[in-house]
C-alpha cells in the first residue's frame, strides 16, 4: 500500500470519526438534558392549550406543588442511586407534622418545634439505614414497616384527629414568600443545589454511586458500605420530616392522614427524570426533570378537571411507563 493511499484513507476516516464524536457530545448532552427538554416542550404545550396555565397565580400553585415532591426527591435520589429506595418517607412526612405541632403547642417554641419534628424522620432513617445496612434486610420489608410504625405514631399522638398550631409566626415558613416566589420553593432550589453538589463533587457521592453500581466492588475498593447506607438513609428521613414541617405551616397543623402515597410520587419523579432503579445512575438534573414533569401533568388535569380517580390511573401509567423505560435502558447499557 503506498503512502497517497495511506494518506487518503485517513482523510476519508476523518469525516466518520467527527460525526460519531458529534453523536457522542450529543448522547450524552440528551442524556443529562433530554428530560428537561421534554418538560419545556410540555410547558409550551400546555400554555398553549390550557386556560389559565401560565397566569402568575397558577405558576406559585405549581411551584408549591412541586416544592415538597423535589424535597424529598433529592434524598431519594442518593437511596435509588445506591441501589436502594425508601418507602416510609410518606409516613415520615405526617408523622413529622404531627410531632411539630404537638411540641409547639406544649413549649410555645417554634425553634424547639421544628427540631422536634425533623429529629423523627432522623430517627425513622437511621433505623432503616442501620437495620438494611447492618442487617442486610431487604428495603422494601424494612421500610414498609417503618412506613406503619412512622404512620401509627402520627395517629396516635394526634389521637387521630388534625392538631391546630397556636403559635402563628410558625405559618410563615410555609405561606411566606421572598421577591415573589414562596419560601418552600425557595427551600426546594436549595436542596436542588446542595444535593447536586453532594452527589457530583464529594467522595461521598461517588461512594454512593459506586454502591449502587457494584456494592462488592466498592467494598473491596475500601468504601464503608454500612456506614454510607446508614447515612443515606438518615439524610432521606431528615429531608422528609423538613418537608414534614413544612407542610404543617402550610396547612396551619400536623395532620396525621396526610401525604398517603407521597412515597409512590417522589420515586415515580426520580425514576421518571432518569434515576436507575437498579442503583449507580443519578443527576440531580435527572430529579428536578422527572419532579417537573409529573407536577405539570398533575396541574394540567386538575385545570382540565380531570376526575381525581381518572389521575391515580394516569399516575400509575406513568410510573410504569418509566420503569420500563428505565429497564430498556439496562438492556441497552448491557448490550453496548
Given at each position: 500500500?503506498?503512502?497517497s ?11 466518520v ?17 433530554g ?11 400546555a ?13 406559585r ?8 415532591s ?7 435520589l ?30 410555645e ?9 425533623v429529629?423523627v ?6 433505623i432503616?439505614?442501620?437495620v438494611?445496612a ?24 394526634s389521637?387521630?384527629?388534625a392538631?391546630?398550631i ?12 421572598f ?18 453538589l ?8 461517588r461512594?454512593?454511586l459506586?454502591i ?32 414534614g414541617?413544612i ?5 396551619t ?13 417522589v ?20 430529579v428536578?426533570?422527572?419532579?417537573l ?44
Amino acid at each position: 500500500m503506498t503512502q497517497s493511499t495511506v494518506v487518503t484513507q485517513a482523510q476519508a476516516s476523518a469525516p466518520v470519526a467527527a460525526a460519531g464524536s458529534a453523536v457522542s457530545s450529543l448522547t450524552r448532552i440528551w442524556d443529562q438534558y433530554g428530560m428537561l427538554v421534554i418538560f419545556a416542550i410540555l410547558f409550551a404545550l400546555a400554555a398553549l392549550t390550557i386556560n389559565n396555565f401560565a397566569s402568575l397565580i397558577n405558576m406559585r400553585g405549581l411551584g408549591l406543588a412541586v416544592s415538597l415532591s423535589g424535597m424529598v426527591a433529592c434524598g431519594m435520589l442518593f437511596c435509588l442511586a445506591a441501589g436502594e429506595f425508601d418507602m416510609s418517607v410518606g409516613s415520615i412526612v405526617a408523622c413529622s407534622g404531627v410531632v411539630c405541632a404537638v411540641a409547639i403547642n406544649q413549649t410555645e417554641s417554634v425553634t424547639l418545634g421544628i427540631l422536634s419534628g425533623v429529629a423523627v424522620g432522623v430517627a425513622f432513617g437511621f433505623i432503616n439505614g442501620f437495620v438494611v445496612a447492618k442487617f442486610k434486610i431487604n428495603a422494601l420489608i424494612t421500610t414498609l414497616a417503618t412506613m406503619q410504625i412512622a404512620r401509627g405514631m402520627g395517629y396516635i399522638i394526634s389521637d387521630g384527629k388534625a392538631v391546630g398550631i397556636v403559635e402563628e409566626s410558625f405559618f410563615d415558613l410555609g405561606n411566606s414568600a421572598f421577591f415573589g416566589i414562596p419560601t418552600p420553593v425557595w427551600i426546594t432550589l436549595v436542596c436542588f443545589i446542595l444535593f447536586g453538589l453532594l452527589l457530583n463533587k464529594t467522595t461521598f457521592g461517588r461512594n454512593t454511586l459506586s454502591i449502587g453500581g457494584n456494592e462488592e466492588a466498592a467494598r473491596l475498593a475500601g468504601v464503608n458500605v454500612v456506614a454510607t447506607k446508614i447515612i443515606i438513609f438518615t439524610m432521606t428521613g431528615a429531608i422528609a420530616a423538613l418537608a414534614g414541617v413544612i407542610l404543617a405551616s402550610r396547612m396551619t397543623s400536623g395532620q396525621p392522614m396526610t401525604s398517603i402515597g407521597f412515597e409512590l410520587i417522589v420515586i415515580s419523579s426520580c425514576v421518571l427524570g432518569g434515576v436507575s432503579m437498579k442503583g449507580g445512575i443519578g443527576k440531580i438534573s435527572y430529579v428536578i426533570a422527572g419532579v417537573l414533569i409529573l407536577g405539570l401533568m398533575e396541574n394540567a388535569m386538575n385545570l382540565l378537571n380531570i376526575s381525581p380517580f381518572a389521575q391515580y390511573v394516569v399516575r400509575g401509567i406513568i410510573l410504569l411507563a418509566a420503569v420500563l423505560f428505565d429497564r430498556y435502558k439496562q438492556v441497552r447499557k448491557a448490550r453496548v
